[in-house]
C-alpha cells in the first residue's frame, strides 16, 4: 500500500476526535440527538481547523444505519464508503474550480432527484466564498427551500466574501484557531503511537510554525521525521521550515540589549547567510520579543512555558526590559516588516530595524539619567525664587525664652513672631467638622502620592504641611515654614487642588495657615482640640524655626532675642 500523509491517515472520523471544536461538536451532536436537522450549514474558520472533516463526519451521522445518531458507527456501509468517498448520494464540490453558474444550475437540476443508497443527500460546497455572483443567485432559491432528502453544507475560509442573503439561509458555526497545547498534545499521541521518539522542543517549534492549524502542524510534522534520522529535534523540524532557533533569536535580542550592536549583527550575518530570509528573520525576532512580554506579563501561559526550557535568557530579558520598552520595539519590528514588502533589499530594512532597536535602549537610558538631573534643576530654581522672596522681605527675630543656646522659646512669643498669611474667620467655628477631617486625614496620603507622581517638587513643599482642619469642601493645611505656606499658596495650589478633586471625587479648596495662627485658632474656639500637636512636636517645630533660618542666613546674621 502506498505512504499516506500524516493528516490524511489522522483525519477526524468521529465528532469526539476533531480537536479544539467543542462549542460545535456539541451544537451537532445535540441536534443529531433531537433530530433537529437543518438543510443548511456553513462552516468558517482559518484553514486546517477541521470543516471539512466535520462535514464528513455530519454527513454519515444522518446517513449512519443506525442515525442520524450523535455520532457515527464507521462500520456500516454507508460510513465507509463515505469515508472512501465512494458514496453516490454525498457530493463534495470544489467551488474554486466549479464557480461558475452553468455548475450551479447543473446541481440545483439534479438536487431534485431522491438518493439511491443513503438516507439523505448531502451536498459538501468547498470554498464556496469563490462562487461567482450569478452562481451564488441561481443556488439561492435551492439553498432556501430545498426538498427535505437534501442537505447542504458550505465551508469557507473567508466568510465575509458570501453574500448576505447566503448566510442567512445557513445554520453558521465558526472553527476556532486550535491552541498551542492541544496541537502539541495532539502530535504526542501520534508520535508515540507510530514509535517515534522526539523531543519536546519539536513539537513546540511545530506547533508555533503551524499557527493554530492541525493540518499545517502534521503536514510538517510528517516532513520533519522524513527529515530526522533517528530522533525527532529542533534542528531538524528548523531545518524544514526554514526558521531560525529560538536561542538564537533570544541572543540576537540580548545584544540589542546590551548595546553591542556589531554582535546582533554579526548573528544577523550568519543567519542571512545560512539562507534564512529576511522576512523570516523579522517574523521570527518579532516572537521572541513577544515571548518576552508573555513571560514578564503572563508566565503561567502554557506558550510561555514551553518557551523556559531553551536558556535562562527568557527570564534575564524579562528583568532587564519594561513593558514600555517591549511594546515600542514591538512596534518598530512590525513597521519595518511592512516596509520590507515594498523594498528591493529587505536586509537592508532589517540591519536598519536592528540599529534602531539598540537605539531606543540608548534613549531610554539617557531618559532616565537625566530624570533626576532636571529634578535638581527644578530644585534650584525654586529655591533660588524662595531667596529672592526672603531677601525682598526681613526676617522677623526669632524669640527665646532664656539667653541660653539650648533654652526653648515660648510658643506664645513666636506666634506673635509669626505673620498670619490667612485669616480663619470666626464663621469658621461652625463650618470645622471633625469627622470629615478624619476622611480628610485618611486619604492625605494618597494625595501625597498622587502629587509626587504628577510633579515631584511640589511633593517636596507640600509634605511640610498637616491636616488640620476641614469643611464639607475645604481642606486647611497647617506649615511651620513660612517659605514653604507661602510656596504652595502662590504658586502650586491650583495643582494640588486637582488632585485633591481626583482623590476625594469632588472639588475640594486647599487653605494655607501657620503654625502659630491655627494654634490661636483653636486655643481662642476649643475646636478639634484633637488636631493640636503635643508639646514636643510643638517644641520640635520651634526648633526646625531655628534651624531653617541659619541654614537659610547663616549663623552670624541670625539674632536671638530674648524679651522675657
Given amino acids: ?167 442567512s439561509r445557513c445554520q453558521r458555526f465558526s472553527f476556532r484557531r486550535i491552541s498551542f497545547e492541544l496541537i502539541v498534545a495532539h502530535m504526542k499521541v501520534i508520535c508515540e503511537s507510530m514509535g517515534v521518539s522526539y523531543d519536546d522542543t519539536a513539537l513546540y517549534a511545530v506547533a508555533r510554525a503551524a499557527d493554530g492549524g492541525m493540518r499545517d502542524a502534521l503536514s510538517l510534522l510528517d516532513q520533519a521525521l522524513a527529515f530526522a534520522e533517528n530522533r525527532l529535534d529542533e534542528q531538524a523540524v528548523l531545518a524544514v521550515t526554514g526558521a531560525v532557533s529560538k536561542e538564537i533569536m533570544l541572543r540576537m535580542l540580548q545584544a540589542v540589549v546590551d548595546g553591542s550592536v556589531s554582535e546582533a549583527l554579526k548573528a544577523l550575518d550568519e543567519a542571512v547567510t545560512g539562507g534564512m530570509e529576511p522576512e523570516k528573520l523579522i517574523q521570527d525576532l518579532i516572537q521572541a520579543v513577544r515571548d518576552v512580554m508573555l513571560f514578564k506579563t503572563a508566565p503561567q501561559l502554557d506558550v510561555v512555558k514551553s518557551s523556559l526550557g531553551y536558556s535562562d535568557l527568557l527570564p534575564r530579558l524579562g528583568q532587564q526590559l519594561s513593558i514600555d520598552r517591549l511594546t515600542q520595539m514591538l512596534d518598530l519590528l512590525l513597521h519595518y516588516q511592512q516596509q520590507m514588502k515594498w523594498v528591493a533589499h529587505p536586509r537592508v530594512v532589517l540591519e536598519m530595524a536592528m540599529l534602531r532597536l539598540s537605539d531606543t535602549g540608548r534613549q531610554e537610558q539617557k531618559a532616565v539619567a537625566s530624570a533626576p538631573l532636571a529634578q535638581l534643576e527644578e530644585r534650584i530654581r525654586e529655591l533660588e525664587q524662595a531667596l529672592r522672596t526672603l531677601q525682598t522681605v526681613p526676617p522677623a527675630p526669632v524669640e527665646r525664652a532664656t539667653p541660653a543656646p539650648a533654652a526653648h522659646p515660648k510658643p506664645a512669643a513666636a506666634a506673635k513672631s509669626q505673620p498670619r498669611l490667612t485669616a480663619l474667620t470666626e464663621q469658621w467655628v461652625t463650618l470645622l467638622s471633625s469627622e470629615k477631617l478624619k476622611e480628610i486625614k485618611r486619604a492625605w496620603p494618597e494625595v501625597l502620592y498622587r502629587v509626587k507622581e504628577e510633579k515631584i517638587m511640589v511633593h517636596a513643599w507640600l509634605v511640610d504641611g498637616e491636616v488640620v482642619g476641614a469643611t464639607k469642601d475645604t481642606v486647611v493645611l497647617a506649615f511651620r515654614s513660612k517659605i514653604h505656606c507661602e510656596t504652595v499658596e502662590n504658586k502650586h495650589k491650583d495643582l494640588i487642588q486637582q488632585v485633591m478633586a481626583q482623590v476625594f471625587g469632588t472639588p475640594m479648596r486647599l487653605k494655607t495657615i501657620m503654625m502659630p495662627e491655627w494654634q490661636e485658632f483653636v486655643a481662642r474656639h476649643g475646636k478639634q482640640r484633637e488636631t493640636q500637636p503635643n508639646e514636643s512636636a510643638e517644641s520640635g517645630g520651634e526648633d526646625d524655626i531655628i534651624k531653617k533660618a541659619i541654614d537659610l542666613f547663616g549663623e552670624r546674621l541670625v539674632k536671638v532675642i530674648d524679651q522675657n
Fill in 1 to 167: 500500500m502506498s505512504y499516506r500523509a500524516l493528516y490524511r491517515v489522522w483525519r477526524s472520523q468521529r465528532f469526539e476526535d476533531l480537536v479544539g471544536q467543542e462549542h460545535v461538536t456539541k451544537t451537532l451532536k445535540n441536534a443529531l440527538k433531537e433530530k433537529h436537522l437543518s438543510h443548511a450549514y456553513l462552516f468558517n474558520g482559518p484553514r486546517g481547523t477541521g470543516k471539512t472533516s466535520a462535514a464528513r463526519i455530519l454527513a454519515k451521522a444522518v446517513n449512519c444505519v443506525h442515525g442520524p445518531a450523535p455520532e457515527p458507527c464507521n462500520e456500516c456501509e454507508a460510513c465507509k464508503r463515505i469515508t472512501e468517498g465512494a458514496m453516490m448520494d454525498v457530493v463534495e464540490i470544489d467551488a474554486a474550480s466549479n464557480r461558475g453558474v452553468e455548475e450551479i444550475r447543473e446541481l440545483r437540476d439534479k438536487v431534485k432527484y431522491a438518493p439511491t443508497e443513503v438516507r439523505y443527500k448531502v451536498y459538501i460546497i468547498d470554498e464556496v466564498h469563490m462562487l461567482t455572483t450569478e452562481a451564488f443567485n441561481a443556488l439561492l432559491k435551492t439553498l432556501e427551500e430545498p426538498p427535505a432528502h437534501v442537505i447542504f453544507i458550505l465551508a469557507t475560509t473567508e466568510p465575509h466574501k458570501l453574500p448576505p442573503t447566503i448566510i
